[in-house]
């Protein structure tokens, strides 16, 4: 009979001893819940994100389960206030997270072999626009209005969006570069990669931001340290030269090629830029 009571106290206890960090036991471990930022659609973003947590399962010897959030803001609740133990967040959702709810930085994103991204400011070849001074009274493209980076590149650069003659927000990046070539826009901000494609076949560069880090996967405050490390190594193992490492690297991104070690000061560059735009 004390032996069923002891058995009884124990399955008793365990719920609130795994607890701690607010998972379920499963498999081999306990469950992680991945979320992220909404990029696209619910079902795009789970086909995006799916390889990457069957990788994160069998590497892990846990399950790790998607919890998607409806929008950014969602997004940073969940892993600030430990609804979810991970999630893949934007620099700028990224230092939103930490601000509320101190979460960890496990490793960023790497593009094309790169670790970081810039920023670019563009024109047409044969516009008379050459400086960033020259925007004074110019209509001018941004993508999302929720990219508060973009506008505080524009702002560092020594553009006040109030002197610009008219703004606008067209979404993606590729809109922005034919909104430009169109005419329809004296100017807009590119990405490094879209801005490159597009210079020298109608575009011409003006202005490049600093060095920015990018795109990272946190962890929430209470993610236990070790488990948080053996994450960052399970990112790391990933290899782009690896075809089925590459399938999951590139569902996430298709310009993705891995993942690399980072730190929280690496975000400072952003947070100085973004500093303007606290809400």
């Known amino acids: 009979m004390r032996t069923w009571t002891k058995l009884l106290t124990a ?37 995006r994100l799916s390889p990457l947590t069957k990788y994160l399962s069998a590497a892990l010897q846990r399950p790790v389960t998607l919890k998607l959030s409806p929008n950014m803001p969602a997004a940073i609740k969940d892993v600030s206030t430990n ?3 991970l999630a893949y967040l934007t620099p700028v959702a990224y230092l939103k997270a930490k601000s509320q709810g101190d979460v960890q930085v496990v490793v960023k994103t790497v ?5 970081s991204f810039q920023l670019m400011l563009v024109t047409k070849d044969d516009s008379d626009i050459r400086t960033v001074a020259d925007l004074t009274g110019k209509r001018f493209a941004f993508g999302d209005k929720a990219a508060i980076l973009q506008r505080a590149v524009v702002v560092g650069a020594g553009m006040p969006l109030e002197k610009l003659g ?9 809109n922005i570069a034919r909104g430009v070539m169109n005419g329809d826009f004296d100017a807009g901000i590119l990405k490094d990669t879209t801005a490159f494609k597009w210079n020298g076949q109608g575009l011409r560069i003006i202005h490049e931001s600093p060095a920015l880090p990018p795109y990272n996967i946190a962890a929430s405050k209470d993610t236990p340290e070790a488990l948080v490390e053996e ?3 399970a990112f790391l193992a990933l290899d782009v030269r ?37 809400e």
């Open 111 to 115: 593009t094309d072999h790169q670790a």
């Open 166 to 174: 008219e703004y606008k927000f067209i979404g993606h990046y590729d």
């Open 83 to 85: 609804q979810v133990e």
């Open 242 to 278: 690896n075809p089925e490492h590459a399938l999951v690297i590139q569902a996430l991104d298709k310009h993705y090629t891995g993942f690399a070690r980072t730190s929280d000061q690496e975000y400072d560059v952003i947070r100085t830029l973004v500093a303007p735009f606290k």
């Open 231 to 233: 994450i960052r190594l």
């Open 11 to 47: 399955l008793i206890a365990l719920p609130a001893a795994l607890g701690g960090w607010g998972v379920h036991a499963q498999g081999h471990g306990a469950e992680i819940r991945f979320g992220s930022v909404a990029m696209d659609i619910p079902a795009e973003m789970h086909r």
